[in-house]
């Protein structure tokens, strides 16, 4: 039995194909400048800050790189987010649509993710500051707090230590699991897009066959 959708629902669903390829293209953009920008950015606490002025101001389109490093770090966290809402206006609750859902949803907790670990990688005056009042946000989590801040830190205090272990988790573990989690996405969108696709041509080809005789 093939269920119909509505015209509205349709819409909503190739709306959902055509973001996650913008999904995919703008973690890729980046994955692959953030890969430029690590060959000279240090993470440390006394050389961060240098280090990105002289992307910025000294290497050769390093201000290019950067530049679409941020767009494209903030653009996949809007249209992930639109993803979902569009998801859900298009009433996309069926099993077939569980991948794409969970990917989805976690792509975005990853990238949000991402954000978060590299307010303190500048290592300028705001996101210093911004950092410390976020550390004492998660340590006032119950039961775990002070353990999670003794992991994101290092220690007492943020210093090298702190800018190395959110390096390590923005640049190895959150971009790796997003990558994945936007082609496992894609996927599963293009999955559902063929399979409802298929049997509407088919009834269109019956009917134009009927019709015909």
Same mark, same amino acid.
């Given at each position: 039995? =093939? #269920?119909?959708?509505?015209? @509205?629902?349709?819409?909503?669903?190739?709306?959902?194909?055509?973001?996650?390829?913008?999904?995919?293209?703008?973690?890729?953009?980046?994955?692959?400048?953030?890969? %430029? &920008?690590?060959?000279?950015?240090?993470?440390?606490?006394?050389?961060?800050?240098?280090? &990105? *002025?002289?992307?910025?101001?000294?290497?050769?389109?390093?201000?290019?790189?950067? *530049?679409?490093?941020? &767009?494209?770090?903030?653009?996949?966290?809007? =249209?992930? %987010?639109?993803?979902?809402?569009?998801? @859900?206006?298009?009433? *996309?609750?069926?099993k077939s649509w569980y991948t794409a859902w969970?990917?989805?949803?976690? #792509?975005?907790? /990853?990238?949000?993710?991402?954000?978060?670990? /590299?307010?303190?990688?500048?290592?300028?005056?705001?996101? @210093?500051?911004?950092?410390?009042?976020? %550390?004492?946000?998660?340590?006032?989590?119950?039961?775990?707090?002070?353990?999670?801040?003794?992991?994101?830190?290092?220690? /007492?205090?943020?210093?090298?230590?702190? =800018?190395?272990?959110?390096?390590?988790?923005?640049?190895?573990?959150?971009?790796?699991?997003?990558?994945? &989690?936007?082609?496992?996405?894609? @996927?599963?969108? %293009?999955?559902?897009? *063929?399979?409802? /696709?298929?049997?509407?041509?088919?009834?269109?080809?019956?009917?134009?066959?009927?019709a015909e005789s």
């Amino acid at each position: 039995m =093939v #269920l119909q959708e509505s015209r @509205f629902e349709t819409v909503m669903r190739r709306t959902a194909t055509i973001l996650s390829v913008v999904i995919i293209t703008l973690t890729l953009i980046a994955a692959t400048t953030g890969i %430029l &920008l690590s060959i000279y950015y240090e993470p440390a606490s006394g050389r961060a800050y240098q280090s &990105l *002025k002289v992307i910025t101001e000294e290497i050769q389109y390093g201000w290019l790189f950067r *530049k679409a490093h941020n &767009l494209a770090g903030n653009g996949v966290i809007i =249209v992930a %987010l639109i993803q979902i809402v569009v998801m @859900f206006l298009g009433r *996309k609750f069926t099993k077939s649509w569980y991948t794409a859902w969970v990917s989805g949803i976690f #792509l975005t907790l /990853s990238v949000i993710g991402l954000s978060w670990t /590299s307010m303190i990688l500048g290592w300028d005056q705001v996101g @210093f500051w911004r950092f410390n009042i976020e %550390l004492g946000t998660i340590e006032a989590i119950p039961l775990i707090g002070e353990q999670l801040r003794e992991i994101l830190t290092g220690g /007492s205090g943020v210093s090298t230590l702190t =800018v190395q272990r959110l390096y390590t988790i923005h640049s190895y573990i959150l971009s790796t699991a997003a990558i994945i &989690l936007a082609i496992v996405h894609l @996927f599963s969108v %293009l999955w559902v897009e *063929k399979q409802v /696709s298929t049997p509407q041509e088919l009834i269109q080809g019956v009917g134009a066959s009927v019709a015909e005789s």
